[in-house]
């Protein structure tokens, strides 16, 4: 089964494309950090931070030019997928990527900026964005 689950902040705002045939595909760098801890011998062991690049279509892919900025908590769901690619000077790379499956925006948004004289804040929401049933597989 080729299955990832990651919580964690968005790096950058993302980037956005429109196909030729008028599909939208984002990208976006998705931060995860194990926290650090103290062994019992005293040795201290720092966080560490991995980046993930983070690949969704369609409609999925406007929901996040029209919503998800840097510094947002995202939880995704998706699937491994690697790829080798030749740069303009011929030089092979290898990416690894998530293809999102499932999408919860866990950054609390609010209707207006709230002022000190404003009423209580609304209760933040949480937005569960899903592929529709032609979503299954990227067109490439």
Not at 33 to 54: A, F, I, K
Not at 106 to 114: F, G, K, N, Q, V
Request: net charge negative.
């Amino acid at each position: 089964m080729n299955k990832v689950m990651l919580i964690g902040n968005v790096g950058q705002d993302p980037v956005v494309r429109y196909l030729d045939n008028g599909v939208c595909v984002a990208s976006v760098r998705l931060a995860t950090t194990e926290r650090g801890y103290t062994l019992q011998n005293g040795t201290q062991v720092p966080d560490r931070t991995e980046w993930h690049s983070l690949i969704f279509w369609r409609k999925q892919a406007e929901t996040v030019e029209k919503f998800v900025h840097k510094g947002d908590k995202l939880y995704v769901e998706g699937k491994i997928q690697s790829r080798k690619y030749d740069d303009r000077q011929g030089v092979t790379h290898q990416v690894v990527e998530i293809m999102v499956d499932q999408m919860e925006m866990l950054t609390p948004r609010s209707s207006t900026p709230a002022t000190a004289n404003d009423a209580p804040q609304q209760t933040p929401t949480q937005q569960v964005v899903t592929p529709s049933q032609n979503d299954d597989e990227p067109p490439f």
